[in-house]
């Protein structure tokens, strides 16, 4: 079975910073392309970060600038740094496989999410 975990989520102050985790389980995820999503409490889920198989990425113009993603083959992961956090990146943060960076994620591909809290 495909699954991916999220973690790393936390309670932080305006300005911190969060390292988020994706780990992969039953597939190799070099293979696929991995996006980050977000959705807050009365909000649409926004992508929010993805790289591709190559190791492109991608960033929305939200967070350009203050995040990162990466991604460790040998740990079949995908990280996102998030730095300099602000209260509007509260949100539950998840990952989903994907085609393509550029096509809407798999459906049922991401995992349960890992609730991020900005605020002081």
């Known amino acids: 079975q495909l699954q991916l975990v999220e973690s790393g989520g936390g309670l932080v102050q305006p300005g911190g910073s969060l390292r988020l985790s994706c780990a992969a389980s039953g597939f190799t995820l070099d293979y696929y392309d991995i996006g980050w999503f977000r959705q807050a409490p009365g909000k649409e889920r926004e992508g929010v970060s993805c790289i591709s198989s190559s190791g492109t990425t991608h960033y929305a113009d939200s967070v350009k600038g203050r995040f990162t993603i990466s991604r460790d083959n040998a740990k079949n992961t995908v990280y996102l740094q998030m730095n300099s956090l602000k209260p509007e990146d509260t949100a539950v943060y998840y990952c989903?496989?994907?085609?393509?960076?550029?096509?809407?994620?798999?459906?049922?591909?991401w995992g349960q999410g890992t609730q991020v809290t900005v605020s002081s």
């Open positions: 989903a496989r994907k085609r393509l960076c550029v096509v809407p994620p798999i459906i049922g591909s």
